[in-house]
């Protein structure tokens, strides 16, 4: 069995999991507990002070990923 190329994307799939985005750019992302206060008082990460939360790129995680399993995604 052959597996299909994927030449499409990456996506970014919300928690909702119909909305998609380009993965291009997206982070994943850690708050203090101060950092989640200031999150749950705008319901965005530009509310966020930078020293409250720590990131790390999706490209970031899928090339790791990519090295682990030895795929080209």
């Given amino acids: 069995m052959s597996r ?7 996506y970014m799939v919300l928690s909702d999991g119909s909305t998609y ?3 291009e750019g997206c982070v994943v992302v850690y708050v203090t507990d101060k950092g989640q206060k200031q999150l749950e008082e705008c ?10 939360m ?5 490209s970031v995680l899928l090339e790791t ?4 399993h030895g795929t080209d995604l």
């Fill in 65 to 68: 990923y990519n090295k682990v």
């Fill in 54 to 58: 720590e990131f790390v790129e999706l």
């Fill in 43 to 52: 319901y965005e990460f530009k509310g966020v002070e930078l020293d409250d």
């Fill in 21 to 23: 985005d380009g993965a």
């Fill in 4 to 10: 299909p190329k994927f030449d499409n994307g990456p």
